[in-house]
């Protein structure tokens, strides 16, 4: 719609939209968050689990993931996002590593609604089977439905690549005994 209207944004376009406030991080308000995590943890009894290592291949998993921008004068983003090329490398080297399928969506499934509105329709189609209409890549055909979408954020990254999708289900998702 902006680029229709006002044609790429340039960064004097984009210098010229009020900022919204700078975030910052501050130390101490991580700390407190922390300790108040821990404390909450403690109150209502939760434990981290033991971490079972699952054998990769038993579960067919897809990684999904939604590289699609808009200008956002909140956050000086354009159509020019240097994610995909930082990002979905990064994606593709987990999936393959863990067998994974990796499938990124280079257009919104809901282009009327910003693109986070479209992770849980990506997710219900494919898990009903339907067929994608949006553009898309992926590391590997469409095959069976899988058993499990882990949907990533096209701005967040895999760090630790020994850590499979399947041993995290396997830890947490599993049955509990008794």
């Known amino acids: 719609e902006f680029k ?17 406030p700078p975030k910052r991080f501050l ?3 991580h700390v407190e968050y922390q300790v108040m995590l821990g ?10 689990h033991a971490w079972k290592i699952a054998r990769t291949g038993d579960l067919r998993i897809e990684i999904h993931s939604i590289c699609s921008y808009k200008p956002d004068p909140t956050s000086k983003t354009t159509l ?5 090329e930082l990002s979905v490398p990064n994606h593709q ?19 009327d609604r910003e693109a986070h509105y479209s992770k849980m329709f990506v997710v219900h189609q494919r898990l009903v089977g339907a067929p994608s209409t949006w553009a898309q890549a992926s590391t590997a055909m469409e ?36």
Do not use: K
């Not at 229709?4 to 939209?17: F, K, Q, R, Y």
């Open 4 to 20: 229709a209207t006002h044609g790429n944004p340039t960064d004097e376009m984009l210098s010229s939209i009020p900022q919204a």
């Open 27 to 29: 130390p101490r308000l």
């Open 39 to 48: 404390q909450l943890h403690g109150a209502l009894q939760v434990h981290p």
């Open 80 to 84: 020019e996002s240097p994610l995909l």
């Open 93 to 111: 080297a987990y999936a393959e590593r863990h067998g994974y399928r990796y499938v990124v969506h280079t257009e919104s499934a809901l282009p």
């Open 143 to 178: 095959g069976p439905i899988p058993d499990w979408i882990f949907f990533i954020d096209c701005d967040a990254f895999f760090t630790d690549f020994s850590t499979s999708i399947d041993s995290l289900l396997q830890t947490y998702a599993a049955p509990r005994e008794g």
